[in-house]
């Protein structure tokens, strides 16, 4: 599982011309899964991303988390995390989990994220999407469950 954060000023999505409705100070959460990624991932991987401590105190120092900071969180699923671009020009999606497997496995990674932030915003599994947004900083952070020592979960 791969997790793209961007810290951002505001933030909202359109899908199929509807606006969702605008995000504040907080994060935007690029959200990807590959073959194999299960339910084991979703828990640590939410609490790992809304404790980040990225914002910035009363010092300026990047030393607080979206919780403390009572920030919104925007998720958007992302099957492209997984591209592999090593040979020719166009990019292989062969990693990343099949729709069926994955879009569930994005809700129920949705219903653990509101478990901390319950007003999060959500775009829909393999829509098109247009994702507007300021970023603050700029701070960009990945997070991968492999990196993170987590493993790929239990399957889906």
């Not at 999606?93 to 999060?120: D, G, M, Y």
């Amino acid at each position: 599982m791969r997790i793209l954060i961007q810290r951002v000023a505001r933030a909202w999505l359109e899908l199929d011309g509807t606006r969702t409705p605008p995000a504040g100070q907080g994060l935007v959460a690029l959200v990807g899964f590959r073959e194999g990624d299960g339910d084991a991932l979703l828990a640590p991987m939410a609490a790992k991303m809304v404790n980040l401590r990225i914002f910035e105190d009363e010092a300026g120092r990047m030393n607080r988390s979206l919780l403390e900071v009572g920030g919104d969180l925007v998720l958007v699923p992302q099957f492209t995390l997984y591209a592999n671009s090593t040979k020719g020009r166009r990019p292989s999606f062969i990693a990343a989990q099949a729709p069926e497997t994955a879009a569930p496995l994005f809700e129920r990674f949705v219903a653990r994220c509101r478990e901390h932030v319950p007003a999060a915003t959500t775009g829909r599994f393999g829509a098109m999407m247009q994702v507007h947004l300021v970023n603050d900083g700029p701070v960009t952070i990945l997070l991968d469950s492999d990196e993170l020592n987590l493993g790929r979960g239990t399957g889906a």
